[in-house]
DNA sequence: CTGAAAGCGCTTACAG
DNA sequence: CTGAAAGCGCTTACAG
């Protein structure tokens, strides 16, 4: 029984008899052997490990409920196949490339993840250059040299606007997330065309970082603003529960006086009260698609693109009939 | 320029002149060439990575903005020292011992930290067992050989109490986190220590998995009970927010009818209305400083355990003077 | 179907 | 202070 022998059998490989390849595992099972991951990477150049860099002010990536999840979904599926995630948490777009730069030059992984998404984003000719392969967790907004996995925000932001005109509402106000991001511009571009297609226009869209406080002070701004609202779609749960503090603290009343929508479908968005109204999506889903993708790409070198389910109209007490006199 | 030259110069090793050791650097440098990682591990058996493995209920990791922040700071230190961090998040305690084995049979990390400490803790054993060297975040509860980094939870719950005794409260309710680990243990003592040494009795203590379901839950317990508390100290924020919202839903006014104390300080609770009244503690400096440790443990084979500043109260809206007659 | 050999790219004694 | 050699533990053609 020579090393090449042994080597052959626990991968799999031809040219092993099925008795001889039985014989092998057992003995290694009883002796606990298992090969050695740093040799085994040194000779094929395959780590087993994936990497996950996220970019993001900590302030949002505290709040955002996103992550965990999506890191709990890739998990399910790496833990499975003997692989291992490899995290990098950075601040800015220099430390970001650095970190693709190092996971390249220190052989790292084998793929990676690459998460919210920017227009004309220069990470996919990075990593293309890099020669890492990756998935685009999102729809981008062009030809793309990688496999996406995308959950559609639109639906959900389309059926919010839909739920609050059936309502009654006529002035409704939009509290986008960071227009840098792919996926806040879809939520927005949706909210807008939803409006539209009731024949009204948005009373505002107002931008922000997607923080609490943004959201915050953005509804500050609508509350004290010449055209009052009298309901606001916001770009994702945290900015909606801070705008939620802010209308309570005005004394105006939720639904009564303001319609309130979130976006995420966080467990925090059913314990506030009322209840928020939201849109949902399926982060752990997410991060399982992806990772069943990015694990095809590198171990068949291509991998099909994917459609998840769009995210979901949630409707909980946090919206009611429009304020004031209705037609 | 042999091949052994060059590794000392790159590895600052005795034995090489400084303008060796430059022009090697400066060589290197031009080149673009950096030592390939996998075969300085197969010789060297280093993988300069460190691993985190979380094992908590989603619902509970996805509201808890703990462990962002905490693997932020943790961030911080490694990128500087060349390190990664390799996460796994599991579902259960078997998955998470295997997480451990198979991080040791793959040589997958130098270090690991151990998190949401337990009485009795058998992973320390696990970790010693496999070598694996450890550095404990949070107190543990006997003799260990590893050095922890210690964030007290105690002062600011004992601040908590008396500033809701100074207030006039009596009746003093705590829904404490859940009991198999070692800080909601800890918090629980607190209060109940600081209860007694104002010469009162907690009016309940409640036990939960640290979710918002079972902090809404035993807030509604706590409101049906014979004996209702005037105030509520909770062991996380997320409890105390959907407390809030079980309250409110209750149309029990807070601060007026009932004050409310959270416990991290996290940015949720400075939008919620009223602003939380909450126990801060700093889980990035936290990170930052079990990174340093490990490091250290993992470089020199010792590390000192780490005292960081305790915990403080943080007074925000959520409470206020006891409800009722006072004296 | 099996065994002996080279090679992956470093580090580390060991001579010179 | 420098160069040649062995070794880390696998995988992979290449002969037998």
Same sequence: chains 1, 2.
Avoid: C
Wanted: charged share 20%; aromatic share 4%; glycine share 8%.
């Amino acid at each position: 029984m020579s090393k090449g022998l042994v080597s052959l059998a626990i991968n799999d490989r031809p040219g092993v008899s099925e008795a001889t390849r039985l014989r092998v595992l057992e003995v290694a099972d009883r002796l606990g052997w298992r090969p050695s991951l740093p040799a085994r990477t040194l000779s094929t150049s395959r780590t087993y490990a994936l990497g996950l860099v996220l970019r993001r002010d900590l302030r949002i990536v505290a709040a955002d409920p996103f992550y965990p999840a999506f890191m709990a979904g890739i998990e399910t599926v790496l833990t499975d196949e003997g692989r291992v995630l490899v995290l990098s948490v950075v601040g800015s777009a220099e430390a970001e490339e650095r970190a693709y730069r190092t996971f390249a030059a220190d052989r790292r992984v084998d793929g990676a993840f690459l998460n919210d998404l920017r227009h004309d984003d220069h990470r996919v000719d990075l990593l293309r250059e890099l020669g890492i392969p990756a998935v685009l967790v999102g729809r981008p907004d062009g030809p793309a040299p990688f496999p996406s996995v995308v959950l559609d925000d639109a639906p959900g932001v389309t059926a919010a606007v839909h739920h609050l005109v059936d309502l009654g509402h006529r002035a409704i106000a939009h509290v986008g997330g960071d227009p840098a991001l792919l996926h806040a511009r879809h939520r927005r571009r949706a909210f807008e065309d939803a409006v539209a297609a009731r024949g009204l226009v948005p009373t505002a869209v107002v931008d922000t970082d997607f923080s609490m406080a943004q959201g915050a002070s953005a509804t500050a701004a609508l509350l004290a603003g010449r055209t009052r609202p009298t309901a606001i779609v916001y770009a994702n749960d945290p900015m909606a529960i801070a705008g939620l503090g802010v209308l309570q603290e005005a004394g105006t009343q939720v639904p009564d006086a303001m319609s309130v929508v979130g976006f995420d479908g966080t467990e925090m968005a059913r314990h506030t009260h009322p209840p928020l109204t939201t849109v949902r999506s399926d982060p752990q889903e997410w991060g399982a698609a992806a990772a069943r993708t990015l694990l095809a790409l590198t171990t068949s070198g291509s991998a099909a693109s994917v459609e998840l389910p769009p995210a979901q109209l949630v409707v909980a007490r946090s919206t009611g009939p429009a304020p004031g006199p209705t037609d």
